[in-house]
């Protein structure tokens, strides 16, 4: 079974970075898109950025594009989101999700298309 950890939330300034991981086990096969999903208090949770471990290919919400980048490391078992110009509209749950699939898909950001999640990691960003 995939288990997924993440780590590395913390509380910044705005203008800051942090740079958070998802440390996975359990996969058998190379055929997983692996996302970052975040839910900030009140609000639903929604699609961050994901990215292939067959091929390595990344997408990436409005608004985290060129301020956010996702990436694989050790043996594609660890997927980093390097969060970069933060502001406190960033504020949220960070979660990271994996299902089998050979790539991210147009759909990537639905929740329900993801069969395992870790337990999330708290990013705060003071104004």
């Known amino acids: 079974e995939v288990r997924l950890v993440e780590s590395g939330g913390d509380l910044v300034q705005a203008g800051g970075s942090l740079r958070l991981s998802c440390a996975g086990a359990g996969f058998t096969h190379d055929d997983y898109a692996i996302s970052w999903f975040r839910q900030a208090p009140g609000k639903e949770r929604e699609g961050v950025s994901c990215?292939?471990?067959?091929?390595?290919?990344?997408v990436y919400a409005d608004s985290v594009k060129g301020r956010f980048t996702i990436s694989l490391e050790n043996a594609k078992n660890t997927v980093s989101l390097q969060m970069d110009k933060l502001n406190p509209e960033d504020t949220a749950v960070f979660y990271c999700?994996?299902?089998?699939?050979?790539?991210?898909?147009?759909?990537?950001?639905?929740?329900?298309?993801?069969?395992?999640w870790g337990q999330g990691t708290q990013v705060t960003v003071s104004s």
């Open positions: 990215i292939s471990r067959v091929d390595g290919r990344t």
């Open positions: 999700a994996a299902r089998r699939g050979q790539s991210c898909g147009g759909g990537w950001f639905r929740i329900g298309k993801y069969d395992h």
